[in-house]
């Protein structure tokens, strides 16, 4: 947590900051150019990551810790609640991991997924964010 903390302060006082708002649109982050919105990008995957490998973590401590003779029914609903929230964790951090890693991809190594003059879709990210 603490390292992509780091990376996303760092990326908010670098230069003027990443200037392209809370949901990263692909159209404004072409017109970012430095290192400050990488900074950002690669702070939301460590983050991200952190995420996934935390909700795999707890959603296997609930199902390992629980009691064989214990039926699902008879679980808190706290636990419940916590088993939701990593199902909904599990199932929508990776699409927005692939999102960020496709506009690293668009903004160095050339590829056009985003770029509408270059036949790709904005649009695109809107639906995976």
Known sequence: MFPAFALVLFSLFRDTGPGVRWTLYPPLSGFTH?????FLIFGLHVRGSRSIIGSINMSTTIWGLRNESMLLSRISIFV???????FLLLLSVPVLAGALSILIMDRH???????????GNPILYQHLF
Do not use: I, K, M, P
């Not at 430095?34 to 990488?38: K, M, Q, S």
């Not at 190594?109 to 036949?119: E, K, L, P, R, V």
């Open 80 to 86: 419940w609640g916590v088993g939701v929230t990593l």
């Open 109 to 119: 190594f050339n590829s056009s997924f985003f770029d509408y003059s270059a036949g």
């Open 34 to 38: 430095g290192t400050r919105l990488d």
